[in-house]
């Protein structure tokens, strides 16, 4: 037990600060991060998926998810990104049904193989991309105004309430955004955990996750609405300016611990077909990538959605 606890200490001693320097730079050093992770992630679900007898396509799966972000990074607003993703992913079902002709063959589950395949880019790609769009956000700079200035739409939107509010228009403005869906997620976690040890009786789902409770859920909850509000008064709205409210991050935290509990929820029940613990061990002591990211896969594209609506209306 100690030693397994030795080893996550010394994980989040390391991850943590990591994460911290990663998202203040931005740009294509956190886009090629997300990537990375998002090809690994890929990559565990389909050796879950392989488990659980299915015979996906690793290598086209982990390709197809980094090539997610990066067209986030590269064009750098969700509008414009949606119709190459559309195109992505079409090109993707027909390839690898195409490929499945010669590869797999009626005998070797060809619809399975496709369907993870293809499942693979929107369940891990699409929802870090959105981390880099929160992060991306608002400009960092004066250098960056111009462009933001002259667009039309949510982000010009929050751009004038921002300046008119006096935002802090810096990294540390993107880094608070992309921040907030993690934050909640972790608080959200943290009181589920510690309530439901303590008072939980009444199991939420066991024949999924049998560790989870009730009043877990309940007290994630109502931790991670008090905490959105916290977050939006003293960091989004005092020191950085930015016009969410109270009302929006409570919100935003009411949303967040609903997608994240459900994210949770829904990688436990692909691990459970596949009859694996871990989806990996990429981190010591902490299971896989899909592990860490379960959670955060539903709570950073919802966090997304809920603080654009907050800071546009």
């Known amino acids: 037990m100690a030693s397994e606890l030795t080893k996550r200490v010394m994980v989040a001693a390391v991850a943590i600060p990591l994460a911290g320097v990663t998202a203040y730079l931005g740009g294509w050093v956190l886009a090629l991060v997300l990537a990375l992770f998002a090809a690994g992630a890929a990559i565990e679900l389909s050796r879950i998926a392989r488990a659980a007898g299915a015979e996906p396509f690793e290598t086209t799966a982990g390709a197809s998810s980094a090539g997610v972000v990066l067209i986030a990074a590269w064009?750098?607003?969700?509008?414009?990104?949606?119709?190459?993703?559309?195109?992505?992913?079409?090109?993707?079902?027909?390839?690898?049904?195409?490929?499945?002709?010669?590869?797999?063959?009626?005998?070797?589950?060809?619809?399975?193989?496709?369907?993870?395949?293809?499942?693979?880019?929107?369940?891990?790609?699409?929802?870090?991309?959105?981390?880099?769009?929160?992060r991306h956000l608002l400009p960092d700079g004066p250098e960056d105004w111009v462009g933001v200035a002259t667009a039309q739409g949510p982000s010009r939107e929050i751009f004038d309430a921002a300046i008119a509010q006096g935002a802090d228009l810096s990294a540390w403005t993107g880094v608070?955004?992309?921040?907030?869906?993690?934050?909640?997620?972790?608080?959200?976690?943290?009181?589920?955990?510690?309530?439901?040890?303590?008072?939980?009786?009444?199991?939420?789902?066991?024949?999924?996750?049998?560790?989870?409770?009730?009043?877990?859920?309940?007290?994630?909850?109502?931790?991670?609405?008090?905490?959105?509000?916290?977050?939006?008064?003293?960091?989004?709205?005092?020191?950085?300016?930015?016009?969410?409210?109270?009302?929006?991050?409570?919100?935003?935290?009411?949303?967040?611990?609903?997608?994240?509990?459900?994210?949770?929820?829904?990688?436990?029940?692909?691990?459970?077909e596949g009859g694996v613990k871990d989806s990996g061990t990429f981190f010591p002591g902490h299971g896989g990538i899909l592990d860490r990211l379960d959670a955060l896969l539903f709570a950073i594209p919802l966090g997304y959605w809920a603080l654009l609506i907050a800071l546009t209306s």
């Open 176 to 272: 608070a955004l992309v921040g907030f869906p993690l934050v909640i997620t972790w608080i959200n976690d943290s009181a589920a955990y510690f309530a439901g040890r303590r008072w939980g009786r009444r199991k939420l789902i066991p024949s999924v996750s049998p560790g989870k409770t009730v009043v877990g859920a309940v007290a994630g909850t109502i931790a991670s609405v008090v905490f959105g509000v916290v977050l939006a008064e003293a960091v989004l709205g005092g020191p950085l300016g930015l016009p969410i409210g109270w009302l929006g991050g409570a919100l935003g935290g009411l949303v967040v611990s609903a997608a994240a509990q459900i994210g949770d929820l829904a990688v436990s029940l692909l691990k459970r």
């Open 75 to 134: 064009l750098s607003d969700p509008a414009a990104a949606a119709s190459l993703w559309g195109l992505l992913l079409l090109l993707l079902t027909l390839g690898v049904l195409a490929a499945s002709i010669f590869l797999r063959g009626a005998g070797r589950r060809p619809l399975s193989s496709t369907a993870v395949t293809v499942l693979a880019p929107i369940l891990c790609g699409l929802p870090l991309a959105h981390a880099f769009f929160l």
